[in-house]
């Protein structure tokens, strides 16, 4: 366990409790991994929303105590009244954003994931699959590199285990990683290959309900030889690119320093004079490419973001309705 979380517990804590870490998560509650082995947190109103990946503290009768506080954290928007923002995975240090060199390449594509890594507080790494298969790798390699001189940049053939071996400076002993990347480019490949055994084998997990009857969920965690351990969930597939702001400005902070060369404050680097930005197209420091896709992924999440807050507006709205009729169904049966 990284020294992040353990710096955060007191010495008493250290004394009577024991460390755990969300597995998975059902309806009867969570699966927990701990020193001794695995076991389930019954589902509790009392209990805080936690997601894979968390860290918590266990008394010595295995009752909740507390959350450690998240290093990371992916979430998402989810429909409903009640719930709005889903948790996805919790405290993961490094992303893969896969992408495969053939038809999927996009460097666009590639932008967004980093925007939702960097929103995560989530080191990312593009893992560029397929290079078997492609003739033009180093070009493309290039290209991504382009986007961020200090982002991590890696091709391999998924398909070969030894290929992948560059891959294993992020997967050491107390690293977690996940990965996102559209379907078909090699992500479930690319965990076999880590793994060094196909996944199918080990894709499902039994465990007991509170009934005592076994459910088989679809595993989600994997510990892979090198020590680091790999989430792999669906939600990760269906991450949206809401409340994103920080994570798009910090993706494409070449821009942000160039706005603030422009004349004017207000600039919307169209075709105003002493736009910092428009030089730089033609100069070709910078690609238009690039410029549309950053005012194209803000105005997405500002939309995003703004239909989230109005479900949250709606839900206090909601909270306050059912506090007004419960306190009037009380006087009505007090009488007055
Ligand atoms: N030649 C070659 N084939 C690859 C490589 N990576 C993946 N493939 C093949 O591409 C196909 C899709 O790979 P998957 O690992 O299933 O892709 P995925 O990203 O998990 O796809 P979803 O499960 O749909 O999200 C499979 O037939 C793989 O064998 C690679 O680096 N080189
Ligand atoms: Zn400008």
New binding site residues.
Partial sequence: MASFFQQQLNLEELEYTNIARVCGHHRNGYLLHTIQGTLTLHANPALPEMTLGDWLLLDQQQHFVRLLERKSLFKRKAAGTKVTEQLIAANVDTLFI?C?LNQDFNLSRIERYLALAHEAAVTPVVVL?????CAAAAEKCQAVQALDPFLAVAS?????QDNCAALLSWCGTGQTLSLL??????????V?SLLGHDIQKTAAIREDDSKGRHTTTARTMHFLPSGAVLIDTPGM?ELQLAECETGVRRTFADIEQLAQQCRFSDCQHQSEPGCAIQQAISSGALEPRRLSNYQKLLAEQARNSASLQQLHAQDRQFGRMVKTLSAASRKLKKGY
Avoid: E, F, P, Y
């Fill in positions: 896969v495969s699959t397929k290079a078997d298969l391999v053939n998924a398909l070969d990347g559209s379907s078909g480019v090699g992500k479930s490949t690319l076999n597939r």
